[in-house]
C-alpha cells in the first residue's frame, strides 16, 4: 500500500491490483495541475497524479487541502488554471469523459421530490449500458424503498442513492468525494462495500477523498474479512 505526499494530499493507493491494464491509459492523469479561486486564491498547485486504470486510489488530506478541488476538475465542473489532466484518456467533461466517470459529491445532488424508483429511472434514460440489476441492488442492500423519496432520507441514505445512480453507470472511473465523512464505522463499512465489490467484479478504478486514511482502511479491512 504506497502512500507518497502531494503537497498537503496523501496519495495511497489500495486495490489488489488483479484488473491494472498496465500498458493501458491512466484512469486519470494530472500534470502540473493547479487551481486558482476567482478571488485569486490557489488552492492546489504543481500537483503530479497518475492513478491506473483498475486501482483503487485514496486522496487523503486535511478540510481545506483541496480534495474536492482536485475531483471537481476530474468531473470537468471547473478548469484548471495551470497544467492540464485527462480522465479515461479524454477531457474532463468531454462525451468521452462523461460516458467514462461518474462522480459522487459531497453534497449528493439529487432531485429532492423524486422517489428512489424515478431516480434510478432517469439514470437508465441517462445512460447507455446501464446496469438497472447493480443499481437497484446498491440502494435495497441499505434497506432503500424504491418508493422512498430523496428528500425525506437521511444524508448517508442519499449518498448511498447517489453512489447507486453512480455505479448503475458502469463507469470506468469512479470518482467520490468524502463519502465516508461523518459516518460510523459500520455505515462506513457498508457504503465501501458495493464500492469495492463493483472493482474486484469489474476492475472499476476508484479515486476516493477521505479525511483521514483510516477512514477507509478500517472499513475496508472489516468488508475484507466479511467477505
Ligand atoms: N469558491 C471559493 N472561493 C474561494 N475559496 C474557496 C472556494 N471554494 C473553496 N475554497 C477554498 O479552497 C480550499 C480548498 O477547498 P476544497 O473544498 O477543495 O478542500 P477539501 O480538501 O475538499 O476540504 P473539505 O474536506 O472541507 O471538503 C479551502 O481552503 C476552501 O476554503
Not at 199 to 205: K, L
Amino acid at each position: 500500500m504506497p502512500a507518497a505526499r502531494r503537497g498537503r494530499l496523501t496519495v495511497w493507493t489500495a486495490g489488489s491490483g488483479r484488473h491494472r491494464t498496465g500498458s493501458g491509459p491512466a484512469a486519470l492523469h494530472a500534470v502540473r495541475l493547479g487551481y486558482r479561486h476567482r478571488g485569486g486564491r490557489w488552492v492546489l498547485w504543481g500537483c503530479d497524479l497518475v492513478v491506473p486504470a483498475g486501482e483503487i486510489v485514496v486522496l487523503a488530506g486535511a478540510s481545506g487541502a483541496g480534495k474536492s478541488t482536485l475531483l471537481r476538475l476530474a468531473a470537468g465542473l471547473s478548469r484548471p488554471t495551470t497544467g492540464w489532466l485527462t480522465v479515461v484518456g479524454a477531457a474532463p467533461g468531454s462525451a468521452r469523459a462523461r460516458r467514462g466517470c461518474a462522480f459522487v459529491g459531497q453534497d449528493a445532488p439529487l432531485y429532492p421530490h423524486f422517489t428512489v424508483a424515478d431516480t434510478l429511472r432517469l439514470g437508465r434514460e441517462l445512460n447507455r449500458g446501464w446496469d438497472d440489476r447493480a443499481a437497484h441492488a446498491v440502494v435495497r442492500s441499505a434497506g432503500i424503498g424504491p418508493g422512498d423519496r430523496v428528500g425525506a432520507l437521511p444524508p448517508a441514505a442519499r449518498t448511498r442513492v447517489a453512489l447507486a445512480l453512480a455505479l448503475g453507470k458502469r463507469p470506468e472511473l469512479l470518482l467520490l468525494d468524502e463519502p465516508l465523512t461523518g459516518l460510523d464505522p459500520a455505515a462506513r463499512r457498508d457504503l465501501l462495500a458495493p464500492v469495492l465489490a463493483d472493482h474486484a467484479r469489474r476492475g472499476t478504478t476508484v479515486l476516493l477523498s477521505v479525511r483521514e486514511l483510516s477512514d477507509v482502511t478500517e472499513p475496508a479491512a472489516a468488508v475484507g474479512r466479511a467477505a
